[in-house]
């Protein structure tokens, strides 16, 4: 199948690095033109776009376009692709392809597939426009604005899968280890799941808004006294915190033989290190999960809508000068809770 041309070449204008912007570096604008459409693919403007800490891996990359969290409309459609329509509210997040075509796919599990492309591979999300695999695109509800759907893109959908491929159900004590993007979404999605949740956090100073986002306990992560009080206590435990962490601290509050813990953050040394016992004695899982599939997404994004799950964000415009000033912030774990681009 040939490619399919635009009636009008689109003009998209991106935030492209230079640098490090989190250092010395910055954002440029950049233009690039978009004549045609492969086989599959759509072309959507972008109505908001948001930052996640994974952006971050754009970084030293001269002349990358990151994003993998947007909202938007579909402007353009390849011919072979047939269940979206022009002009619908749509959604982006991390995977931009699969191979369609293996054990994963096959069994709707392309988060897994083993060839599947991300945002970093080519032009992404944080630009007017962006070229996408209609497959991962998701139709949006429309009880849910524009600038609260780009978080759920990434944010919302990695702890919504990591509850659901773990079997968190109703009941379940669950912990949310760091209350930032993804974190204040888990406190969130975990309530309305009917589980008892709780917060851990570094400090005291996340307390009140935790509450406000459905935990019924905090745990100070520096105060031995609430982590000994909460020992062997969680079903299970999401971390989400994107720094290295004590991880036996952790440990010590799983529940023998059932306890999980699932890592959703990548650390800055890439690796955590754990003390065999709670593993062997207690029995404990230790476990990752990885954004999700379509099928999940659009299961995500229906619960977020039905249970009024909607993420705190800070609003910005949408220029270099924008996204540096909210980078900086991102990198001080200042935002609360997300930073989203309004275009
Ligand atoms: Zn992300
Ligand atoms: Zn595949």
Known sequence: MSATK????????????????????????????????????????????????????????????PGHEMCGKIEAMADDVK??????????????????????????EENMCQKKTNFQDGKAGWATYVVWDAHFVAP?????????????????TTVYNAFKQNGVKKG?????????GLGHLGLM???????????????????????GFGANKYIDSKNKDH??????????????????????????MIQPQHGVMCFVGVPPSFKFTFGIYPIIVDNIKITGSLIASPETTNEMLKFCADNDVQPTIERFEFNADAFLKAVKRVNDNEIRFRAVMLL
């Open 227 to 252: 982590v000994k009080a909460a020992e062997k206590e969680f079903d299970f435990m999401l971390i989400t915190t994107p720094a290295d962490l004590d991880c036996d601290m952790y440990a010590s």
């Open 189 to 211: 999605i975990a309530h309305k799941m009917g589980c008892e949740v709780t917060a851990i956090s570094r400090g005291m100073d996340k307390k009140e808004e935790a509450e």
């Open 6 to 65: 635009l009636e009008t070449p689109v003009t998209a204008v991106g935030i492209a690095v230079k640098g490090n912007p989190t250092k010395d570096g910055k954002f440029e604008e950049t233009e690039y033109t978009i004549e045609e459409l492969n086989p599959g693919q759509v072309l959507v403007k972008i109505t908001a776009t948001s930052i996640c800490h994974t952006d971050f891996q754009c970084f030293n990359t001269d002349g990358a376009v």
């Open 83 to 108: 269940d979206l329509k022009i002009g619908q509210r749509v959604a982006i997040g991390w995977q931009r392809s699969s191979c369609r075509d293996c054990e994963f796919c096959n069994k709707g």
């Open 140 to 156: 949006v509800p429309d009880s849910i604005e524009d600038s609260a759907v780009a978080p759920l893109m990434c944010a919302g």
């Open 172 to 180: 379940d004590k669950v912990a949310i280890v760091s209350i930032g």
